[in-house]
């Protein structure tokens, strides 16, 4: 059963939802699900997290898993730590954009080093994200 904290945001209940299972390690499965949850929107931007140590006791983890899992996703660029005001979902944007270029550039390179053309590669991006995107 997931663990769910709620509260509200511009007059609209916002809830976070955390189910640890036995798959991938805890922080991961703490970063992922935070992660999908605040670029689907679920999570808005300005949403205030639970503390790491009111997180970490909510789900039977140690401090300092929560703790890593929060710093990846600072370092993502999904949430910010305001210093004593708490963590907070982050604007989507330079980070993300950043990521997304990036991963766009290596694509290119590897596509043109395979010998693909311009044709070929915008194919293969097209086929990916309706497969990703279920279009």
Same mark, same amino acid.
């Given at each position: 059963?997931?663990?769910?904290?709620? &509260?509200?945001?511009?007059?609209?209940?916002?809830?976070?939802?955390?189910?640890?299972?036995?798959?991938?390690?805890?922080?991961?499965?703490? #970063?992922?699900?935070?992660s999908?949850?605040?670029?689907?929107?679920?999570?808005?931007?300005?949403?205030?997290?639970?503390?790491?140590?009111?997180l970490?006791?909510?789900?039977?983890l140690?401090?300092?898993?929560?703790?890593?899992?929060?710093?990846?996703?600072?370092?993502? &660029?999904?949430?910010?730590? #305001?210093? #004593?005001?708490?963590?907070?979902?982050?604007?989507?944007?330079?980070?993300?954009?950043?990521?997304?270029?990036?991963?766009?550039?290596?694509?290119?390179?590897?596509?043109?080093?395979?010998?693909?053309?311009?044709?070929?590669?915008? &194919?293969?991006?097209r086929?990916?994200? #309706?497969?990703?995107?279920?279009?």
């Amino acid at each position: 059963m997931p663990l769910i904290f709620r &509260g509200m945001r511009d007059n609209r209940r916002v809830t976070l939802k955390i189910h640890i299972d036995d798959g991938a390690p805890p922080y991961e499965q703490v #970063r992922a699900q935070i992660s999908e949850q605040a670029r689907s929107g679920a999570l808005p931007v300005g949403y205030r997290l639970p503390t790491v140590r009111g997180l970490a006791e909510s789900l039977g983890l140690a401090a300092n898993t929560v703790a890593k899992a929060y710093r990846a996703l600072e370092g993502d &660029g999904v949430i910010e730590t #305001r210093g #004593r005001n708490g963590t907070f979902v982050a604007a989507a944007g330079s980070a993300a954009e950043r990521e997304l270029a990036s991963a766009a550039q290596e694509y290119a390179s590897r596509a043109r080093r395979l010998g693909g053309t311009e044709s070929d590669a915008l &194919g293969a991006v097209r086929d990916a994200l #309706r497969a990703a995107y279920g279009d």
